[in-house]
Structures are given as structure tokens and as C-alpha cells.
């Protein structure tokens, strides 16, 4: 249906409004590739079957014209509660249904959308009992969704629906109420910042590239989220897609730009297709394409896929991979506001930038800036992972302080294991510890206390966790995914990640905790890019705050979390030892030994530290320490 | 240029994406897709099509790991070894299925090309950690006895096709 | 006047239009440690070495950074030094240290900062496999383990030469410098050109070593060593050989090589005397007959083979001349047979493909090549030391008869259009001094990688293009195919011409220039300067050549021998 001008715009809206309020129930079943993987595409299957063999009107997609069924079923966007999914929303009630299976929907069927009851089995419990609403459980009760507003609200891909509640106001706003020089000043006053991870000020971006005198202008989403325990923007991407493609048609009215790229990992195959059915969706309207709602504007976004190289989250290195090449940064000057992709002009933000942008319009940014803290307004998403009760996505106001994330959305430490550090912006950030757990996550108390907001993954570790050990993890990670352009880079990273290994294994050596911050302090300070420069980061606020741990690893070849395979020590007790010798036919170095019925001894010189004789014993007689 | 090679559908994919540069990584993922790798012989072909040198495409092509010069296999198995399925023992289960297959690090496509078995770092599936993917689709908190079974079935599912 | 000014060591330096912090830095009389800056390349900037820090203490790469009036940037504080010193031992960790086998000893980058910086131990174990050589190529010799990933290569044979035989593969610490699938470098597009050894700052690419072949033909009692001396070697030697001002080295070189026991020494520039002639008379049938394409020079064999690999439907535009070495190298050949003894013929060549264009079946007669072996310049300049002669105290020798009468016209051939002016010199009526001070200022002088000239000839305005630097071929031949017309063209694969040849020492800009100031000195201290006018053709053409000047002189290739891969 092709809007030609600003008021078909306003009377769709009206019109798909009004069909969805006919809708008496509306069931949202996640379609986030959490739940989608946990088998909520058998349910959606499984519920529409079974209403249709009561005769139950019902819709799957928002019609024109209001009609007669009265049950719409809807693929949402993540709802963010992964740990409990797959997931199952009813409006207007807001109940929230957990670990749903399609053996499950006969009841649903029968109870809920026939006779209106709540099924308390399905619902969410904690120790203060049932909780029918989603917004009363804690793990939601104390976000405040602004950008992830519509994840789990609404289908993610029906543009039908997006229009229903409000959307792409702010773009008609922005284009019929606003010059570019508003929208920027706007987005100024708002004080957003990039969410990607830098916090630079958007509106001084979009003004940099507004007054270049290059023509054309490009605009690129950054959809590259490749931080290990990050997925905010692949849940924006997937589940509220005309979002971002609103915040991107704003940038572009405002900048100048005529064509918009968004480049998405090529790990995330859910986000790519709802976003190709999205941007058809806004071409079929007239939302993207030539002199678009009749105002003379020409805006279009096409999709790069990535192809698996975490380096091209990085700017210069995602515009050449748009541009063909090998995803290698290069040295600014000149920068990607002057010369970005194919030497043009070039707005970069990241999705959850974007997505931020349409509230801004139509709210205002007094609005904006009650939200967070005076230099870090409006909100985060974050990624909780790890050891963490409620891993998922959340979204809170800048400056929450990281315990409240952790204890009070998170649900704090999975099992019975105490809290011991956080890993805060994935492989490029550092780690907090329980010192911080009062600190205000914003940029710049981050940035304080040397970690970073990064893309917003948060991984929470356990006392059972080896520091050393996840240093080593992400500096495999960054030495894997170094684009091995700039020599610190790329040796440096090799060598620390040496180095590390070598600890982790009983292999370290006095002088190795030296060489590591030697190392770490080059590669900082003369790495080409961004993802150069923060390599070494973890290793040094591991460094900072666990010192005694890589000491006990170096010089008692112990590792206090008792979690280094090769650092662990096996011995059998006496005392439980029943001389059984299953574990000497198991060993594979014939490092037990003893006689029949009496205890046996494990020689530590020739063991190979399997624990393969461990799961063998009766007894539990093999002990590791 | 080899004869043998049939060029149309390489044609088909070089005029949907453009003649040009740019496209390059974009024709790479669909003569992958089309192939299950990429092979040899469109390296010259393409080189001439968008006028850059042969080694420069191979250049692009070894850059991206997602991009194979080997024949992977009918079904390509992801083990996630991000940091979530890594602390909640992702490795057990690669090891798991690397012995069931028959590979290891460097060799990662089975003999009768049925399966390919790589790690990825991070599919953003987290809270579901320990997952894999099967050609895409993801697998929730797997086991290593889950995964074998899942892999027996495959071969299962794949004799059964063949037949 | 510009009084914009910067601080550098607290020193003012005036900025005159400086592209980056690193040239002025060097202007300021600073050797900024770099390993991948080329100034006619694009900036990289991967090796970091040329960092300075700013007055706020934040590093910045010189070779990426603009200069800007009121900077203040310092170029050795203790960070950097300490920076400089990890970057090279992370560098010399995997890198083999054996410095005296290699090739590059005494000219690698990597050895000489190591010096400079003070590297006395490397604290990481050696993880680099078996050495990886690769030495399929005639000209050219890889050794991947010595590669430091500069990317020097890469550019130059991309951006410079348009071939791209070589790029990065991987990525990390796993990116290589590679050939697509790896195969031999003989396989691939490389045409021979050398540029990258000449730019690769280790011992990773270097020129082939051919001299145990000559020197073991020194020593055969049975045989008769005749060489042919290119005319850019001459102008390229001095320094490496100890001379303190630049001069034309040809006596000292004849002299060196009579001491080393060679038998006979000629000047190549007769055969580029023969060449002239050739293609003087090709072009004039070609203007007579009229053809859609200009005749094209056929002397460099790197853009003949760039040629055959990329344009094989320009082939039949190219001139039918063998190339002054091979035309020369016929003749020695011929002369030879009437001496007694077995002639070995050696060429001195500024040039690594010509060891690939000496090879070409095209160039055997009855099986034996006409050039046994190609030494270039660098090779040369191993033998006289090798030989221990004290170059500069040796006194200039005359090359042997019976080829002893050269021209200058023969001798500007080893500058960019030096080979287009002396055949507008032999083919233009006009033969009085003037004519010739005319034809120098047509705009075909001059180092610049493109020039054009309209010259006169006979009734009609003939039009000239002449090239340097395959990049700037590839571009010319764009705009002829877009309709352009030309009637002839010279092409040299090196920026420059033979002057900057692979086979010569590295040449900076300045040496490029200096080594043409010096055979346009030769030219205008030679007696003859017309190629025509050389009492020798006169001879040649009634004796050894009579009736063999198209068996001899000429060529038709055969591109199934050009080693093209994937054609």
C-alpha cells in the first residue's frame, strides 16, 4: 500500500490502530532466536491449528479493513527473559507464560483464549509467589524499556502493527515539522551518545557530516555486534525493526545522506530476514524509496551481510568490507565523517543509536534528558550472561548502579556460588569487582574506573572463576579476531595470549606479570584501531584487581578457583581407598599404583591431570586439589 | 579456464549482485550458499568479472571466516564457544563430537562430506547456553550425549534422503 | 612566503606543503623509523614505528598525520624508544636472525633498525616454521618466513604495477603475503618487474641470484665470457660502491669486469642503437598504412608480458623489435660464431625480468638461449666486492670492439622516454641541433609516470604517449580502448624507466631523477646522437646482418609462453 503523502500516512495509522484494538486477545508468542531455538515456532504452529479447529477466528497478520476475529497470534521480538523461555505474552491481561511446549497449548486454548483464565503453572515464580503480570516481575520491574519498548509487544514483522502503535511519527515529524538543523540540534540538546561502545555525542556526528561539502552521503547502521555475551542489538534488529530503520530515514533526512547500509553479523540469519521483510515493507508504503510521502526526500537502505569478522564492528574496517575489501582498518585522518565509505561523507552509529532516535523527535529531548545521568541520558541495553540467575536482556536507565543490575534484575548468582567480578564491554572491556557494585553504569564513570560501556555485555563470574583464565579466554579471542593489519596487534596480542597459556598450564615464569603489562602497554598505546588499543584491557584489569591470582598461578603453579585443568592436583585418599584398581586400568599415564584391596597412590609426576580416574571411583577416593 | 566448470549459475550470481567491487563479499556468500564452499574455479572468473586480480579476491576470501575454499559438508555444525556456552561447558561437547565424527581441529569436514563441525564465537543465543547450530538453526542447552544423538539422527535423516 | 611553522623537538620546522608529520620530520633532518612508508604509495600505516607523541602525550603515527601550523610533536621520548624497542622484538621474534646467509644482510631494514634501537635479546620463543622458499621465478626469490606484513609488495604490485600477483591472505597472526591459492609465484600474474624486492624492506623478496653461473663461466678455460652493459647500470653503482658523488660508472665497470676476467665487454646501447632503427622503420609503415591501434615498444619484457597475460588482443600492436638486449645479444651470438671457442653471454641489466625474458623459448636458437645469464645491477655491485676490487681507485676502461662506437641516443634508453626520442630523432627530417633541443622539450623528459608529446613528422602531427609504471599503461590503454588515438606509445613496467629497475638499488625519488640527469649528461657529451648516424649500423647492416635482420632482430611471442596460469 503506497502512503503518497503525510496524511494517508496519519490515516493508516489510524485505520491499523483501530484493527488491532478490535483484537480482544492477543497472544505474542517470542520469536527472538532464543525462544524461536527453545521451539517457539512449533507453538505459534500448534495454537493456530487448534484454533482453527474450534473455529476461532483468528489473525496473523493486521488487516486494512477492521474484521471479525477477535485472536490475533503474533511473532514478537525478544522479550528478553531467555533464561525462561520460550515465552508467551497475552494482552490486554500482560500475563507472561514461561517454558511453554507445545503439549502446553490444548490447555492455553481451552483456558485462556476460550474462557479468559489465567493458568498459574505456566506463569513465573519467585519466593513471593505467582506472578500472572509480566511487569511485576523483578526482572522487569525495574527496567525501563524505551528502546526495547516494542520487543515482546508487538509482532516484529508486521509494519501494519508498528504503525498501529505510533510508528514512524518521528520520521513524519522530522520531515514535515523539522529541518536537518533542527532534528541535529535536537539529538544535541538530548546528549545522545553512540551505543556502540566510544559514547561519542551523535548530534555533533550527524552535524560533521551535514556540513561536508562531498556528495553523495552515506549513512551505515552498525549491526556488527560481535562481542562474545552481547545481543542487544540483534534483539532490537529482530524485534523491533522499523524502529531502527525510522531512526535511520531521521539521520539521513537530517544529514543529507540519499542511501542508508546497515551491516548485520553473519551469525544472526533471524535478524537479516526481518529486516529485509522490514525494508520491503517501507519501500511497498512509500516510506523508503524516491520523494518519499510526497516531500521530495530520497532514502534508501540496503543489507550487507557480514562473513565472520568481529574486526569489522570497528568503522573503517565495516565501510571497506561494505566496500568489498578485506575488513582491515585504516589510519584517520581522514575520518569516516569526511571520508567513510567509498571516500563519501558518513553517519555511523550503531542499531541501538538509532533506535534511540524516533523517541528523541517526538518526545523531545527535555523528555530524553530526565532519563540517566546529566552526561549519559536515556537508557542501556545490556546482555546478562554467565553465572547470573536471569540471564537476558534488559534495558535500564544510565546510571543504574551495577548491583541492582546484577541482584535485583539479574537475580544474582546462579546456585549457591558468591559474586567475585563482572567482564563489562566484552573482549575490548575490563572487569568490575564487588568494589564496584555501588558504581553507576554510564560512560563516564566507566570509563573512570578503566572499563567500558562497550557494546553493553555483561558477563558475571562466579567465585569458581579463574581470572586468569578469562583473560586468556578473551585474549584468544582478540588474538583470533585480530585483523593482523598493525604489528602490536598482531604480535602483541600472539605473544600476551603465549604468555597467558603458559601461566594457565604451570608453565609461568617470574617476570611473566611484567612482560604481560609491558606488552599490554604497547599494544595500547600504538595499535592502529580501536579493537587494538582495548585488547589488552581484560589483562590488565585482571592484572589490576586479581594479581594475587596470576601470582598464586606463577609461583605455586595453584589455581585458587581450582578451575585450570592443568594446574589441578589429584590424590587419593587413604582413608576411602578400597583398592579396587578401576582407576589403574583407567589411568591412561599408569600414574596409580598399589596392590589389590589396599589404598593405592597417584604418582602427581606422571599424572596427566585427566580426571579421568575421578567419575571411575566408587569411592570418591580421588580427590583434586 | 576449466571447461568442465558449469559458469551459469556463478553468471546468474554475479549479475544479481553487480559487476562491481563492492559486491564482491555478497557473491562470495551466495556462490557459497549455492556450493557449500567456494570453489576454485570462480577465483579467476570473478576477478575478471569485477576487474580486481585473482589474489585479491582470494585475499578477501581467506579474510572471512565464514568463507571455506574446502567442500564443507551437508550439514554444518556450530558449536558456540562464546563466553556463556564457554563457562557453561561448551568444550565437552565439541570434544564429544569430534570423536563421534572422526575429526579434529584441522580436519573439520567428515569423508562422505555429511558433516562439517566448526566453532563459533558467540551466536548472541546466551540464555540458551549451551547451544549449537545445525545449517542455522540453533540447538538449545546441549549436552554432549544431546548432541550426538542429534548427530546420529542426521546421518539417519541424510541415508534415509539418500535412499 | 608561508611562515606557518611546527614544533619538532622543540625545533620550529616551516611547513611547505608537506602530505604528513613524517616527511617534514625527515626534511627536519629526523630518520623517522618506518617499514611501511613509500612516499609514491599509499599510507598504511601498520608498523607503527614512526609514531611521535604530541604535547598532550598522545601517540600519533607521522606517516597518517597531517601537519598542521602550531603542532608540537616530539620524535624520541622515552615511551617511544621503549615502544620502537617492543615493536622490533615482537618483529624479530618469529623472524629468522641467521643475518649473515641472507641475502639482505647488510641492506635489511629490520637488521639496521635492530642495530639502531639496541635489540640485544628477544624474550619470546622462535615459533617461525622451516624456512618456506619459494623460488619458482626467474627473477624473483621469496623467502615467507623473513616477511614482516608491510604490505609493501602488495601496494606496489596493486597500486603501482596493477598486476596484484601477490596480496594478504588470512588474517592475524596467520596472514601471509600470497599468490592466490598460494601457487608459485612462476604461476601467477607476476610479470617479473621486481619493484617489490626492491620495496621489501627484509630479505622476505629479492632478486635471483645468477652470479655463481657467470663466475663459473669466468673460470672455464673452454669458454669466452662476453657481457652487455645496460645503460642505467652505470648511473646506479657509484654509491653502493663507494664513490662520494654520483657518476657515470661505465669505464670503472668495463674495468672491473676485465679484471674479473671477462672476455669481451660491449654496451648494450648498441643495441638499442638497432632498435632504434627497427621500430623507426615499423613506425613509419605503421603511419603510412593507418591502424586503428598505436604501435607499441616492445623493449621492456614486463609489459610485454603484462601485455600477453592482460591484453593479449594488444599483442599484435606491439612492435615486432626484440629488445636492445636481445638484439644485441643476436648479434654477439652471430660475431661469436666465427671465434673458436664456446661464447657464454652474460647481460648487465638494470632489470630482474629480463632473467625471465632471456628464458623465453622465443629467444633459443637450436636450443641455447642468446643471453646465458642475466646479472642485474645489485648482482654486479656483489661481484666487484666479491672480486675485492676498490672501485673508486680504478681507472676508466673503453668497452671492445668491434662494437665500440655508441650514441646518445642509444643511451637515454634507460629513462622514461629516452627510447621515444630517439626514434623521433632517427624518424624526424629535421637533422640539425635544434631539431634535437626540440625534441627534448616535446614534454617526453621528465619523470612523470604519463606523458604526452605531439611531434611532426613529415606532412602530419604524430601522437605520443609515453608510460611508466604498469598502472599508468593499464590507464592509457583504458582511454585507448574508450577511443582515444595514439601512434605510438613507450611503455616501461618501472616508475621512471630502467633507471628505477628492480634489479638497481633502491632508488629514492631523488636517485630516480639523478640517475636520468646522468645519461642525459652522456647523451650530451656523446659525439653521435642519432642512431642512424652511427658509423657501426652502417657495417652491421652490410655484414653480419645482411639478410638475417628479421631472424635476428625480430620477434613474433608466443603467449602460451608467457607462464599465465589460469588463461
Redesign the interface.
Known amino acids: 500500500m503506497l502512503l503518497r503523502n503525510r496524511e494517508e500516512l496519519r490515516k493508516a495509522r489510524s485505520v491499523y490502530a483501530e484493527s488491532l484494538e478490535k483484537q480482544r486477545l492477543k497472544i505474542l508468542v517470542c520469536a527472538g532466536t532464543g525462544c524461536m531455538a527453545g521451539g517457539s515456532p512449533a507453538i505459534r504452529d500448534r495454537l493456530l491449528a487448534l484454533l482453527r479447529e474450534r473455529n476461532i477466528a483468528c489473525a496473523v497478520t493486521l488487516e486494512k479493513e477492521p474484521h471479525g476475529a477477535d485472536v490475533g497470534i503474533k511473532q514478537s521480538g525478544c522479550h528478553g527473559f531467555c533464561e525462561m523461555g520460550p515465552l508467551l505474552r497475552f494482552e490486554p491481561q500482560g500475563w507472561l507464560y514461561i517454558r511453554v511446549t507445545p503439549d502446553d497449548c490444548e490447555e492455553i486454548v481451552e483456558k485462556t483464549v476460550v474462557n479468559g483464565e489465567h493458568i498459574p503453572r505456566l506463569a513465573y515464580r519467585a519466593d513471593a509467589g505467582v506472578f500472572e503480570r509480566q511487569d511485576d516481575i523483578p526482572f522487569y520491574r525495574k527496567q525501563t524499556r524505551l528502546v526495547l519498548e516494542h520487543c515482546g509487544q508487538i509482532d516484529a514483522t508486521s509494519i501494519e502493527e508498528y504503525l498501529a502503535v505510533g510508528g514512524y511519527s518521528a520520521f513524519e515529524k522530522a520531515l514535515f515539522e523539522m529541518s536537518g538543523d533542527a532534528i541535529i540540534d535536537e539529538v544535541s540538546r538530548a546528549a545522545l551518545r553512540g551505543r556502540g561502545g566510544g559514547g561519542f555525542p551523535t548530534g555533533r556526528k550527524w552535524m560533521q557530516v551535514k556540513r561536508q561539502k562531498a556528495t553523495p552521503k552515506y549513512l551505515v547502521c552498525n549491526g556488527d555486534e560481535g562481542d562474545p555475551g552481547a545481543f542487544m542489538d540483534r534483539s532490537i534488529m529482530e524485534g523491533d525493526p522499523h524502529r531502527m530503520l525510522e531512526g535511520m530515514m531521521i539521520a539521513g533526512f537530517a544529514a543529507g545522506a540519499s542511501e542508508g547500509y546497515i551491516y548485520v553479523r553473519a551469525e544472526y540469519p533471524t535478524a537479516v530476514q526481518r529486516l529485509r521483510v522490514a525494508i520491503r515493507q517501507a519501500c511497498d508504503f512509500g516510506l523508503l524509496g524516491d520523494n518519499i510521502l510526497g516531500s521530495g526526500f530520497d532514502f534508501g537502505i540496503r543489507i550487507n551481510r557480514g562473513a565472520g569478522a568481529f574486526v569489522c564492528g570497528e568503522g573503517s574496517a565495516l565501510t571497506a568490507s561494505i566496500e568489498g575489501k578485506r575488513g582491515m582498518p585504516r589510519v584517520k585522518p581522514p575520518r569516516t565523517v569526511e571520508q567513510g565509505l567509498f571516500a563519501k561523507p558518513t553517519v555511523l552509529n550503531n542499531v541501538e543509536t538509532f533506535a534511540n532516535v524516533p523517541q528523541i523527535i517526538l518526545r523531545g529531548s527535555d523528555w530524553y534528558t530526565g532519563i540517566g545521568t546529566k552526561n549519559s541520558p536515556g537508557t542501556k541495553a545490556f546482555a546478562l550472561t554467565g553465572n547470573i540467575v536471569n540471564t537476558g536482556l534488559i534495558e535500564v536507565p544510565m546510571g543504574t548502579t551495577l548491583g541492582e543490575v546484577i541482584f535485583d534484575i539479574g537475580g544474582g548468582i546462579r546456585g549457591d556460588a558468591g559474586f567475585k567480578a563482572v567482564q563489562i564491554g566484552g573482549p575490548s572491556g575490563g572487569c568490575l569487582t564487588g568494589e564496584h557494585l555501588t558504581l553507576p553504569l554510564d560512560f563516564d564513570s566507566l570509563k573512570k574506573v578503566g572499563a567500558m560501556v562497550g557494546s553493553g555485555g555483561l558477563v558475571v563470574m562466579d567465585d569458581r572463576t579463574c581470572m586468569v583464565e578469562v583473560a586468556r579466554f578473551f585474549m584468544n579471542f582478540t588474538q583470533n579476531e585480530s585483523c593482523g593489519k598493525c604489528v602490536p596487534c598482531r604480535e602483541g596480542t600472539k605473544r600476551m595470549l603465549a604468555v597467558l597459556e603458559g601461566i594457565v598450564s604451570g608453565n609461568g615464569r617470574e617476570g611473566d606479570i611484567e612482560l604481560l603489562l609491558e606488552l599490554a602497554d604497547t599494544v595500547s598505546a600504538t595499535a592502529l584501531c580501536g579493537l587494538g588499543k582495548a585488547a589488552a584491557s581484560p589483562v590488565v584489569s585482571t592484572v589490576k584487581y586479581f594479581r594475587e591470582e596470576y601470582e598464586e598461578h606463577i609461583r605455586n603453579k595453584r589455581c585458587p578457583a581450582g578451575t585450570c585443568q592443568k594446574l589441578k592436583r589429584l590424590r587419593i585418599d587413604p582413608a576411602l581407598c578400597k583398592g579396587c584398581s578401576l582407576c589403574v586400568k583407567t589411568c591412561p599415564a599408569g600414574a596409580v599404583t598399589g596392590e589389590k584391596k589396599q589404598p593405592h597412590t597417584l604418582n602427581t609426576d606422571l599424572c596427566l591431570r585427566c580426571g579421568a580416574c575421578i567419575p571411575v571411583c566408587r569411592f570418591h577416593a580421588v580427590v583434586e586439589e | 579456464m576449466n571447461r568442465e566448470f558449469d559458469y551459469s549459475v556463478v553468471d546468474g550470481i554475479i549479475d544479481g549482485n553487480g559487476r562491481k567491487i563492492s559486491s564482491v563479499i555478497s557473491i562470495l556468500q551466495d556462490i557459497q550458499e549455492h556450493y557449500r564452499y567456494l570453489p576454485r574455479e570462480i577465483f579467476p572468473y570473478l576477478a575478471d568479472a569485477v576487474a580486481v586480480s585473482e589474489a585479491r579476491i582470494y585475499s578477501v576470501a581467506t579474510f572471512y571466516e565464514n568463507f571455506s575454499l574446502e567442500p564443507k559438508g551437508l550439514y554444518v555444525v556450530k558449536v558456540c564457544d562464546g563466553t556463556a556456552c564457554h563457562v557453561r561447558r561448551s568444550i565437552p561437547i565439541l570434544n564429544r563430537l569430534r570423536s563421534d565424527l572422526g575429526l579434529s581441529e584441522r580436519k573439520v569436514t567428515t569423508d562422505d562430506l555429511l558433516f562439517t563441525l566448526e566453532t563459533v564465537s558467540c551466536l548472541g543465543a546466551c540464555g540458551l547456553a549451551p547451544v549449537l547450530t545445525v545449517n542455522d538453526k540453533v540447538y538449545p542447552a546441549v549436552t554432549p550425549d544431546k548432541a550426538s544423538q542429534l548427530v546420529k539422527s542426521l546421518r539417519e535423516e541424510a541415508t534415509h534422503a539418500a535412499a | 612566503m608561508n611562515r606557518e611553522f611546527m614544533l619538532i623537538d622543540g625545533l620550529p620546522a616551516p611547513l611547505q606543503g608537506e602530505k604528513n608529520l613524517l616527511e617534514l620530520i625527515r626534511k627536519a633532518g629526523i630518520s623517522l623509523p618506518t617499514f611501511c612508508y613509500y612516499s609514491e604509495l599509499s599510507?598504511?600505516?601498520?608498523?607503527?614505528m614512526c609514531?611521535v607523541e604530541n604535547e598532550w602525550g598522545d601517540?600519533e603515527?607521522a606517516?597518517?598525520?597531517?601537519p598542521k601550523a602550531g603542532m608540537k610533536v616530539r620524535t624520541n621520548t622515552a615511551?617511544l624508544r621503549?615502544?620502537r624497542r617492543?615493536?622490533l622484538e615482537?618483529?624479530l621474534?618469529?623472524h629468522c636472525r641467521d643475518c649473515t646467509t641472507c641475502p639482505k644482510n647488510d641492506s635489511c631494514r629490520l637488521q639496521e633498525l635492530a642495530v639502531r634501537f639496541g635489540i640485544e635479546r628477544v624474550?619470546?620463543?622462535n615459533t617461525a616454521e622451516a624456512p618456506d622458499i619459494d623460488d619458482s621465478s626467474p627473477c624473483i626469490r621469496r623467502d615467507k618466513n623473513k616477511c614482516?606484513?608491510c604490505?609493501d609488495c602488495v601496494r606496489m604490485c596493486?597500486e603501482i604495477q596493477n598486476?596484484?600477483?601477490?596480496?594478504?591472505?588470512?588474517?592475524?597472526?596467520?596472514?601471509t603475503i600470497?599468490?592466490?591459492?598460494d601457487v608459485p609465484l612462476a604461476e601467477?600474474?607476476c610479470v617479473g618487474c621486481g619493484q617489490c624486492a626492491a620495496v621489501c624492506p627484509t630479505g622476505a623478496l629479492g632478486v635471483k641470484d645468477d652470479t655463481r653461473r657467470l663466475w663459473e663461466a669466468v673460470s672455464d678455460p673452454q669458454v669466452k665470457v662476453v657481457v652487455q652493459i645496460a645503460p642505467a647500470v652505470r648511473v646506479a653503482v657509484g654509491r653502493e660502491l663507494g664513490l662520494a658523488e654520483p657518476e657515470n660508472c661505465m669505464g670503472r665497470i668495463v674495468a672491473a669486469l676485465r679484471r674479473m676476467g671477462i672476455d669481451e665487454i660491449f654496451d648494450t646501447s648498441v643495441g638499442a642503437d638497432l632498435t632504434v632503427l627497427e621500430e623507426a622503420g615499423e613506425l613509419l609503415s605503421t603511419l603510412k598504412k593507418g591502424s586503428d591501434l598505436p604501435l607499441f615498444t616492445s623493449c621492456c619484457p614486463a609489459w610485454v608480458a603484462y601485455c600477453e597475460k592482460s591484453h593479449p588482443e594488444l599483442m599484435r600492436a606491439v612492435s615486432t623489435c626484440r629488445s636492445p638486449m636481445q638484439m644485441f645479444a643476436s648479434l654477439i651470438k652471430e660475431h661469436g660464431k666465427r671465434s673458436g671457442r664456446k661464447v657464454f653471454h652474460a647481460a648487465i641489466m638494470p632489470c630482474t625480468a629480463k632473467k625471465f625474458e632471456a628464458a623465453r623459448p622465443e629467444f633459443r636458437h637450436g636450443g641455447a638461449p642468446a643471453v646465458d645469464c642475466v646479472i642485474t645491477t645489485q648482482e654486479l655491485i656483489r661481484m666487484i666486492r666479491e672480486s675485492g676490487l676498490v672501485f673508486a681507485e680504478l681507472e676508466p676502461e673503453a668497452v671492445d670492439m668491434p662494437f665500440g662506437t655508441v650514441t646518445g641516443a642509444g643511451l637515454i634508453f634507460g629513462v622514461t622516454g629516452g627510447v621515444t626520442e630517439a626514434v623521433i630523432r632517427c624518424v624526424s627530417a629535421d637533422k640539425t641541433p635544434g631539431a634535437l633541443r626540440a625534441a627534448a622539450y616535446t614534454g617526453i623528459r621528465g619523470m612523470s609516470g604519463s606523458k604526452e608529446a605531439l611531434v611532426r613528422v613529415g606532412d602530419r602531427d604524430v601522437k605520443i604517449a609515453v608510460v611508466s609504471g604498469l598502472a599508468h599503461a593499464e590507464e592509457l590503454i583504458g582511454r585507448i580502448g574508450a577511443g582515444e588515438k595514439y601512434d605510438f606509445v613507450e611503455v616501461m613496467a618501472c616508475p621512471g624507466g630502467c633507471v628505477n629497475g628492480g634489479g638497481q638499488p633502491l632508488a629514492s625519488a631523488f636517485d630516480r631523477e639523478e640517475r636520468g640527469d646522468l645519461l642525459y649528461n652522456a647523451d650530451r657529451m656523446s659525439s653521435i646522437k642519432r642512431s642512424e648516424e652511427n658509423p657501426l649500423m652502417m657495417t652491421l647492416y652490410n655484414g653480419l646482418l645482411k639478410g638475417k635482420v628479421h631472424d635476428l632482430l625480430h620477434v613474433h611471442y608466443r603467449t602460451e609462453n608467457t607462464g599465465v596460469s589460469?588463461?
Open positions: 599510507v598504511y600505516g601498520a608498523c607503527r609514531m601517540l603515527a606517516c597518517s598525520t597531517p615511551r621503549a615502544y617492543m615493536i615482537l618483529l621474534a618469529d624474550r619470546f620463543p614482516i606484513l604490505g596493486s598486476v596484484g600477483a601477490v596480496d594478504f591472505a588470512y588474517r592475524g597472526s596467520k596472514m600470497s599468490t592466490a591459492f601467477s600474474g589460469h588463461a
